[in-house]
């Protein structure tokens, strides 16, 4: 068996305990070149995923790779680096930068192996090594009392939300006597659905629920957002919280089509609720982590649109705003970021520094920073050209041709009302570009570090660029569809 394919697994593994190793053996000033280190090994692994053409199977078929890992591992590596080069910056007169680069670098492998997961019990595992990673992540910050309390908020939550989805795959075995998910999907297609099917698979949609912040499992989400490193809520939003959709893609479609259940109203109730309240609520914010913790709720309930019809397009079109989601969110929270360090250079003792009146005249003292967060919220309304808007033209354009065909009323409304919650969120999006561009500024102009810069200046290239060349993506998210859905 060859295990040329799990090369970017098996390289950040090795790099993680190689980062943890060279942290032992160097003084606490030379720990910054970790940070160079660890960005270099996503590079690497990036540049392998993107090169594969190759599929297999491996571990007993455990673990798979196909279209559909292939493309939530890019996902996952390029938030990652994202976060590292921000965080060199961040951290950079941390004496636990070792601690802390391996600790992501284990989170992005957790990620990868959900990505690939193909039994239960690798799913398991997958989730666990992520979410023990970014635990410790969110309470990084061990003088800082929110960061504390955001990490223990998260820590409860998630292991809640782990019981539940055990809970739930261990009712799976024990009806169908296997983990596999290919052989529990067969199971489920020669035998008739019974009453601990639906009990099962109304667990793991609880598990994933939590995972992927969707209304009523999100509360878990802005407490720990806020309270978190800027770069690590980057991390969190962006990437981690992608596990539960590439989690419920690859189980729950196959798994509701075998068991022939019509739960799209759910699904579509869900989505509505979960976007509404995000957008609502995100409204009332002065905190812009929490206003984008709320739009990254809205955002979920945008992307669970595609298990209400689960066809070819409208799941590429979730996978595609999935992609889109972690490159306008995760540039977003690195921009806060840089709001923090002028904040904190100002006033060391400052606190709230993320609040709204910190943004005034950004566009003066930050220009840069200014540019890339009035590209990543347009993007995030959905205005064109951007990831954000080419997400939710198909994924909206896919369920408006299923409404037609079926001549169903409530699916026009679905998407009726997704349409009128993006335009609700430029209110919010608008007034913060309101506080950029039009107030005066709230301190002197400073230098951006060049550590945040790159990382924001590569998200808005991969907003932009993927709304002005979208094809391959969508190619890139059509087979991973097929993937989806068996074909």
């Known amino acids: 068996m060859s295990y040329v394919l799990l090369a970017p697994e098996i390289l950040l593994t090795v790099l993680a305990l190689a980062v943890i190793f060279i942290g032992l053996l160097v003084s606490d000033r030379s720990k910054n070149m970790l940070g160079y280190i660890s960005a270099a090994g996503l590079v690497a692994s990036l540049v392998y995923v993107l090169g594969t053409k190759g599929e297999g199977s491996f571990f007993y078929n455990a673990l798979v790779i196909d279209p559909l890992s292939q493309f939530f591992k890019l996902i996952f590596i390029v938030v990652s680096l994202l976060a590292v080069i921000a965080s060199i910056k961040y951290f950079e007169n941390n004496r636990n930068q070792?601690?802390?680069?391996?600790?992501?670098?284990?989170?992005?492998?957790?990620?990868?192996?959900?990505?690939?997961?193909n039994d239960l019990v690798s799913l398991f595992v997958g989730f666990e090594l992520a979410s023990m990673s970014t635990y410790v992540l969110a309470?990084?910050?061990?003088?800082?009392?929110?960061?504390?309390e955001a990490a223990l908020k998260y820590f409860i939550i998630g292991s809640l939300s782990s019981a539940l989805m055990l809970f739930g795959m261990s009712l799976v075995y024990g009806v169908t006597g296997s983990?596999?998910?290919?052989?529990?999907?067969?199971?489920?297609?020669?035998?008739?659905?019974?009453?601990?099917?639906?009990?099962?698979?109304?667990?793991?949609?609880?598990?994933?629920?939590?995972?992927?912040?969707?209304?009523?499992?999100?509360?878990?989400?802005?407490?720990?957002?806020?309270?978190?490193?800027?770069?690590?809520?980057?991390?969190?939003?962006?990437?981690s919280k992608k596990m539960g959709f590439v989690a419920a893609f690859r189980i729950l479609v196959l798994a509701l089509v075998a068991l022939r259940a019509d739960l799209w109203v759910t699904f579509a109730i869900l989505a509505v609720i979960t976007m509404t309240y995000g957008n609502i609520v995100a409204i009332s914010q002065r905190s812009i982590k929490r206003m984008l913790a709320y739009s990254s709720i809205a955002q979920a309930g945008y992307i669970a649109l595609a298990f209400v019809v689960t066809t070819q397009m409208s799941i590429a079109g979730g996978i595609l705003l999935a992609l889109g989601h972690a490159l306008m969110k995760g540039g977003a929270f690195i921009a806060v970021a840089v709001v923090g360090y002028m904040v904190l250079s100002d006033n060391k003792n400052a606190k709230n520094i993320d609040n709204l009146e910190n943004f005034a005249g950004l566009g003066k003292r930050a220009p840069i920073t200014a540019f890339a967060l009035f590209v990543f919220f347009l993007a995030l309304a959905g205005i064109p050209p951007s990831a954000g808007f080419i997400g939710k033209f198909v994924l909206f354009y896919s369920i408006t041709v299923e409404a037609v065909r079926q001549a169903s009323t409530w699916l026009l409304i679905v998407v009726v009302i997704a349409i009128l919650n993006s335009a609700l969120s430029i209110y919010y999006y608008a007034r913060v570009i309101r506080y950029m561009y039009v107030l005066p500024p709230?301190?002197?102009?400073?230098?951006?570090?060049?550590?945040?810069?790159?990382?924001?200046?590569?998200?808005?290239?991969?907003?932009?660029?993927?709304?002005l060349y979208p094809q391959p993506f969508i190619d890139m998210a059509m087979n991973a569809a097929k993937v989806v859905l068996g074909v």
């Open 98 to 117: 070792d601690e802390y680069y391996a600790l992501i670098l284990l989170a992005t492998v957790g990620m990868m192996v959900v990505a690939s997961a």
């Open 139 to 148: 309470g990084f910050e061990k003088k800082n009392p929110a960061s504390l």
């Open 179 to 239: 983990t596999n998910i290919p052989a529990i999907i067969e199971f489920f297609k020669i035998n008739p659905a019974s009453g601990l099917d639906v009990i099962a698979m109304v667990f793991l949609v609880a598990g994933f629920g939590f995972k992927m912040a969707l209304v009523p499992f999100h509360m878990w989400a802005p407490d720990t957002y806020e309270g978190s490193p800027s770069v690590v809520s980057a991390l969190l939003a962006a990437g």
């Open 442 to 467: 709230a301190g002197e102009k400073i230098k951006e570090p060049t550590p945040y810069v790159i990382a924001i200046v590569l998200a808005v290239i991969g907003t932009i660029g993927v709304g």
